[in-house]
């Protein structure tokens, strides 16, 4: 791995691909040639090829694909980021293999997409309950390998905590089947969870076993329109009382798609529960927060929060941040100098993401960015239009910086999976801190 | 039993250089003293280390563990030693660094709610710190009032009301940990969100094979508003799996849904922990609910129902505290009563899917009777993480090969059925010959190498989780 960035020949990519996969399912993008495989083997096969030839390989679902450049908060970027010379589309992959409702899993190839299993489950009362940036079209495979999670994580956790075991195709095109079906397994160490989250640095993802939960009696949503940004985060905050178990809770600013009309500031609440305890809850919240402004009942209820998905996962400039949820607060006066599109600030966890529309002065990001360095969070950006991405994470350790490296190494000694080109974590390249 | 080889007495040198770091009440040498460190909660192995050291801090255990590298000498990490896979076992002579002295909670964060805690502190101790602010740590091993939540992290530890709230790893948000070479090392954080690889989840259930965490940063929940306990009496333990199933179909997603079959009823009821269980019954299901106190009765009644409907005799639901503490008894206690049914047992932990539950506690059976053998079971039903327990006198060689020989024959039936050979105790060194029966050599491989990421020279709890070779074999491959 860490080979110097030599050129590779496209059309010699193409030729090798189209020797492994069927030629159909082999196409360019901006000079880089996409591979579709259908099969685990194919997605082996492809991945020995790239290591045999020092590939640089992108895994991909239904995602923007990689950024093209890197930039620091602190002005000393952008600069280019490496561009892939083969990019694995999961997207053929698209068979739901296994499901047992009695069991509550479901196992997929990691094409299917969010919304064919809420659809499938449904028929059984059943949910994945994850709703992360980009709604019903996301990938499964996409969800796991960013591990990126939504407004549901403060009551059922982040995808990691959904998975149950995983097929991954590692850099030299093995294929580790790793956890089970079962949701309590300790055989072994947790490689799922490293695998999750990790962004392909580990392997491609081809299929997932995921744990389903019961749906609720009863789904409410409950709206409360404030003054301000600082006025809604502290009403907010105040509903964070031990006796009230929210689903998930959001101060939204900004322009959203219906059913959320308006541009004010809002706090949005849900519960879902049995009838009785979820009115017991709405008379308690009403005492410390009034009578809600809307309420949203079981579909329209997940109306509103596929529109929260869905509004954070189009194509613009997206950011992150995160901070302690005591500590949120102070980030108002920079959040309102960030010409945002739309803010969803989740109460209880204290991540913050938002959309800027593309053309905007990005620059504007990075004191927003500083602040939050300044409170020890972390933030992080994307431009599609403008290919910018910026990564404000703390430097690793140079203890941590070594397992990371060896990490990579377990897992693509020949360097073609992202972990290793792509500049991330200070393994191969330092971090952009 | 296997008793493995006693190690060699450590030099006085290294034992004045280890006291010179954690005082001379932090280094335990004398032989006397030793046997209380032998065995972990599964006693059916047992080795002397060739000393514990007991570090107070982080920078101590950098120290100690630095010293150690230097000597070349082995160690593993020991909290309250309750284990129940050998994950604890000194084996080949390493030295023990117990966390018993790392016993403070840190820092309270109410209204973050987090906590973080030094590795020694007991399961149970911090849930009651964190009561009278309304939160509770909610993953609770039944050996919570003396497990310590270093071990927790160590072995990823479930517990009956992990059915509902999941298991450890969910609820730990960052680690300090200090690695073989005695460097330490930052992982994760509750300020961290970042895209780095999640080492904190990977470390969470390592079995102390990648090193030693030292702080703990860990969730909190809401105290449940409200509780409500039922028990369900069935003629047999099949009927019982089968309500299990029937609850959890109905969508109904209980705090905690807990079997108890024959043999420990009669166990529990003879003896000084009797919990009022009928004697005849064939198996008993504790079934619990918590959340807000509005709707949990219509709760409780459905699970009843469902209870009927799969043949229970008889349903009783707790009106008060006490009534719910009688209903648990039965459950709680059935580990200490076993002591009346025979001197020894050993505990399995397979889980297999929910579903088969009733067709695997049938095999068990078959196979307790076939090696002539007393099963019995306690196991937490919502999850299919079964506990069967092989009662045994280590004094009859005999009955120890039938029981090694049982339990053999009852991993592959858990296997078989789709499950796992361990739900929350770990492989340690008890499960390791059975690792290759759920993951391959590609998988195996990888394991290897993600335990020589944090730890090249395999000095770190040599000899567990893997199954390979002799300790010393396999640091020389590494």
Redesign the interface.
């Known amino acids: 791995m860490n080979q110097p960035l030599l050129e590779t020949d496209p059309t010699r990519v193409l030729d090798r691909v189209a020797g492994v996969i069927d030629r159909a399912a082999v196409s360019e993008s901006d000079g880089v040639t996409v591979a579709a495989p259908q099969t685990e083997m194919e997605v082996s096969d492809l991945l020995s090829v790239a290591s045999e030839e020092g590939w640089k390989v992108l895994p991909q679902g239904a995602s923007i694909g990689p950024p093209k450049y890197r930039a620091s908060p602190r002005g000393e970027g952008p600069r280019f980021s490496p561009a892939p010379d083969l990019v694995i589309s999961l997207l053929g992959m698209t068979e739901i293999v296994d499901y047992q409702p009695a069991d509550q899993n479901v196992t997929v190839r990691a094409g299917v997409t969010l919304g064919a299993i809420q659809s499938l489950s449904s028929r059984e009362q059943q949910w994945l309950a994850l709703d992360p940036p980009g709604g019903n079209e996301v990938t499964l495979g996409g969800v796991v390998s960013t591990g990126l999670s939504g407004p549901l994580r403060s009551q059922y956790g982040r995808p990691r905590d959904h998975v149950l075991g995983l097929t991954v195709v590692d850099g030299g095109g093995r294929v580790l089947s790793l956890g089970g079906r079962v949701v309590k397994n300790v055989a072994g160490f947790d490689l799922v969870r490293l695998a999750t989250g990790s962004r392909g640095a580990f392997g491609v993802i081809t299929e997932i076993t995921f744990r389903l939960h019961p749906r609720a009696e009863a789904d409410r949503t409950f709206v409360w329109h404030q003054g301000d940004l600082g006025e809604g985060w502290d009403l907010g905050r105040s509903l964070m009382v031990p006796r009230v178990p929210v689903a998930a809770v959001e101060l939204l600013l900004g322009r959203w798609p219906s059913p959320l009309e308006g541009n004010g500031a809002r706090i949005v609440l849900r519960l879902t529960g049995s009838e009785a305890a979820i009115q017991r809850t709405v008379d308690f919240l009403s005492e410390v927060a009034g009578v809600p402004d809307e309420t949203f009942v079981a579909e329209a209820s997940e109306a509103v929060w596929l529109a929260i998905s869905e509004g954070l996962g189009d194509r613009r400039v997206t950011f992150r941040l995160h901070t302690l949820p005591s500590r949120g607060r102070s980030l108002a006066p920079a959040l309102a100098a960030t010409p945002f599109e739309r803010l969803a600030l989740h109460v209880s966890t204290g991540t913050f993401r938002g959309t800027m529309a593309d053309g905007e002065d990005l620059e504007a990001l990075f004191g927003l960015a500083e602040s939050v360095r300044g409170l020890g969070g972390t933030f992080g950006m994307r431009g599609v239009e403008s290919g910018l991405a910026i990564a404000s994470e703390p430097e690793p350790s140079p203890a941590k910086a070594r397992i990371l490296r060896q990490l990579i190494r377990a897992f693509d000694g020949s360097g073609v999976l992202p972990g290793a080109w792509q500049e991330r974590w200070g393994a191969s390249v330092s971090p952009l801190a | 039993m296997l008793t493995l080889d006693s190690p060699p007495r450590l030099e006085e040198t290294l034992a004045r250089r280890l006291r010179s770091i954690v005082g001379d009440k932090g280094v335990i040498s004398d032989p006397d003293r030793l046997v209380v460190y032998e065995s972990d909660g599964l006693t059916h192995y047992r080795c002397l280390p060739s000393a514990v050291v007991l570090p107070s801090s982080t920078e101590e255990v950098s120290q100690v563990l630095k010293l150690l590298q230097a000597e070349g000498k082995d160690f593993v990490a020991r909290g309250s030693g309750t284990g129940l896979s050998g994950g604890a076992l000194p084996v080949g002579g390493s030295v023990i660094v117990g966390t018993a002295r790392m016993n403070q909670i840190l820092e309270l964060?109410v209204?973050?709610r987090r906590a973080r805690v030094q590795p020694g502190v007991i399961n149970a101790h911090l849930t009651q710190a964190t009561l009278p602010?309304?939160?509770i740590y909610a993953p609770d091993p039944s050996s919570q009032s003396a497990c310590s939540l270093g071990g927790n992290i160590a072995?990823?530890s479930?517990g009956p009301h992990?059915l509902k709230y999941?298991?450890t790893?969910?609820y730990v948000t960052g680690l300090t940990v200090v690695?073989s070479?005695g460097?330490?090392?930052?992982?994760g954080g509750?300020?961290?969100?970042?895209?780095?690889?999640?080492?904190v989840?990977?470390f969470?259930?390592?079995e102390g094979?990648f090193g030693i965490a030292t702080e703990i940063e860990l969730g909190l929940i809401?105290?449940?508003?409200a509780v409500r306990t039922l028990l369900g009496i069935f003629e047999s333990i099949e009927d019982a799996g089968r309500a299990v199933?029937e609850i959890?179909?109905r969508?109904?997603?209980p705090a905690a849904l807990e079997i108890v079959d024959a043999a420990t009823i009669r166990a529990v009821e003879a003896s000084i922990f009797a919990a009022g269980y009928p004697k005849d019954a064939g198996a008993a299901l504790v079934v619990e609910f918590d959340?807000?106190?509005?709707?949990?009765d219509?709760?409780v009644r459905k699970a009843a129902d469902c209870c009927e409907a799969s043949g229970a005799r008889e349903v009783r639901i707790a009106a008060s505290g006490e009534e719910r503490a009688a209903l648990w008894a039965g459950r709680k206690k059935a580990f200490g009563a076993m002591g009346r049914l025979a001197p020894d047992l050993l505990v399995q932990d397979a889980?297999?899917?929910?579903?088969r539950l009733p067709e695997v506690l049938k095999e068990i059976g078959e196979i307790g009777k076939r090696h002539g053998l007393l099963v019995a079971n306690v196991f937490?039903a919502g999850?299919?993480?079964l506990h069967p327990n092989l009662l045994f006198d280590r004094r009859d060689l005999a009955e120890v090969e039938r029981v090694e020989a049982a339990s053999n024959e009852i991993m592959a039936v858990c296997i078989e059925a789709?499950?796992?050979?361990?739900?929350?105790?770990?492989?340690g060194l008890d499960?390791r010959r059975?690792?290759s029966l759920?993951?391959?050599d590609?998988?195996?491989d990888?394991?290897r190498?993600?335990?020589?990421?944090?730890d090249?020279s395999g000095r770190c709890n040599p000899g567990k989780?893997?199954p390979d070779l002799p300790h010393t074999d396999n640091r020389e491959a590494t």
Do not use: W
């Open positions: 964060d209204e973050n602010h309304g939160l072995e990823n479930g992990c999941g298991v790893t969910r690695l070479s460097d330490i090392v930052q992982l509750a300020q961290r969100d970042d895209e780095s690889p999640d080492l989840g990977l969470v259930g390592s094979c809401p105290r449940p508003e199933s959890m179909a969508g109904m997603l959340g807000v106190d509005a709707g949990l219509d709760e889980t297999v899917p929910r579903t937490h999850d299919g993480n789709g499950g796992t050979i361990t739900g929350e105790h770990g492989v499960k059975y690792m759920v993951c391959s590609e998988v195996l990888a394991m190498r993600v335990k020589e990421a944090f090249p989780v893997l």
